[in-house]
């Protein structure tokens, strides 16, 4: 199986944009698609974005994702930084052997 | 609106099992996989296994293979997730969440339900 490495934190200011990397150990990045899900304190993941670059319907287009095959990554980018924003952000893939889904460590956002 | 509501808070003994709900409702039930996920205080997402509410097929994570059991009602719609032999570190969010499409990616989650194991 592999796993999803993301830094363990990262922070940025109101306004500006930030990018949360999630680097695949083994296998291509481009072969299962990838996740990204935000957590506030308290509550539940929500979905932000879905196969890569998809947002579900109500996510603003702040919110984007992509993968690069030279770094076998995926990345989530949050532009116009928003005190709102501070979250922990989750990536997410699946393999074809047990577990089948695969969590990264998560980022904790913080817009200061 | 598609909800999904899980169980209150347990607190549980070393030892012994607990079983977790989740109501689904605002869809077809049957139509989707439900996935369990847990989360260790101030840790990541672990992902437990699923349940196809359609046939009662499930798919268990290794490290948790022998100990839990996900199981479905679909005359109320409701999925379960029952872990035995309860250890400390079992204490964690539970959460269950509705698989969408080919991807396994995960919308809604239901609210979490937290479940301490302690002496």
């Known amino acids: 199986n592999f796993m999803l490495t993301q830094p363990h934190s990262v922070s940025e200011s109101p306004g500006k944009t930030v990018t949360i990397s999630c680097t695949r150990s083994s296998g291509s990045i481009a072969s299962s698609y990838v996740q990204w899900y935000q957590q506030r304190p308290g509550s539940a993941p929500t979905t932000i974005i879905y196969?890569?670059?998809?947002?579900p319907s109500g996510v603003p287009d702040r919110f984007s994702g992509s993968i690069d095959s030279s770094s076998n990554s995926a990345s989530l980018t949050i532009s116009g930084l928003r005190t709102e924003d501070e979250a922990d952000y989750y990536c997410q893939s699946y393999d074809s052997s047990n577990p089948l889904v695969v969590f990264g460590g998560g980022t904790k956002l913080t817009v200061l | 609106q598609v909800q999904l509501v899980q169980s209150g808070a347990e607190v549980k003994k070393p030892g012994a099992s607990v079983k977790v709900s989740c109501k689904a409702s605002?869809?077809?039930?049957?139509?989707?996989?439900i996935h369990w996920v847990r989360q260790a205080p101030g840790q990541g997402l672990e992902w437990m296994g699923w349940i196809n509410p359609n046939s009662g097929a499930t798919n268990y994570a290794q490290k948790f293979q022998g100990r839990v059991t996900l199981t479905r009602d679909t005359s109320i719609t409701t999925a379960y997730m029952e872990l035995s032999g309860l250890r400390s570190d079992d204490t964690a969010v539970y959460y269950c969440?509705?698989?969408?499409?080919?991807?396994?990616?995960?919308?809604?989650w239901g609210q979490g339900t937290l479940v301490t194991v302690s002496s």
């Open positions: 605002g869809y077809t039930f049957t139509g989707y996989y």
């Open positions: 196969e890569h670059n998809q947002r």
């Open positions: 969440a509705r698989h969408v499409g080919s991807a396994y990616w995960f919308d809604p």
